[in-house]
């Protein structure tokens, strides 16, 4: 397994813990200033995965469910799912299309990115970018945070 697969193993592993520390109330937290709910984020978070993978290869996620609805492309705002299994369950399935995609192609599609290692960076740092977003909306609605050890663990082990 090359170092590119494994790190997206890590990110995935915590895109999990953060999952599986989230109760439905939780998911309604909102970040400063008007920005996304916690679901709002999920959603966007699984989205542009499949987005993006659609220029890798149209039809390895094209079929794959979303988490959102009645997006608004005026304001950019949409509904978000709620159903934590189904968040669970949606995102798991992105994620592993996504990754058998990259692991199967012979090149890189129509991606910007310069190669899919470089996509599959970007996406991970997406993800980043959201958890961090999502923590800051958990800390400044109230709500507890998930144990910081076990947010670091997956890029130890």
Known sequence: MNDVTLAWNANAA???VLLNHLTPTMLTATTPGGGYTVAQHLAHMAECLKSWASELEASAVGDL???????????GRFDAEHNLERIQSVMKQT?????????????????PHATVGKFLVHMMTHDAHHRGQILLALKTNGYA?????????????
């Not at 994620?95 to 991606?111: F, I, K, M, P």
């Not at 945070?145 to 082990?157: A, I």
């Open 14 to 16: 915590i895109n999990d």
């Open 145 to 157: 945070l998930p144990d910081e050890e076990s947010m670091w663990l997956p890029w130890r082990s």
């Open 95 to 111: 994620r592993d299309a996504v990754l058998t995609t990259a692991e199967s192609a012979t090149g890189r599609g129509n991606l």
């Open 65 to 75: 469910p979303d988490l959102y609805s009645n997006y608004d492309p005026a304001t």
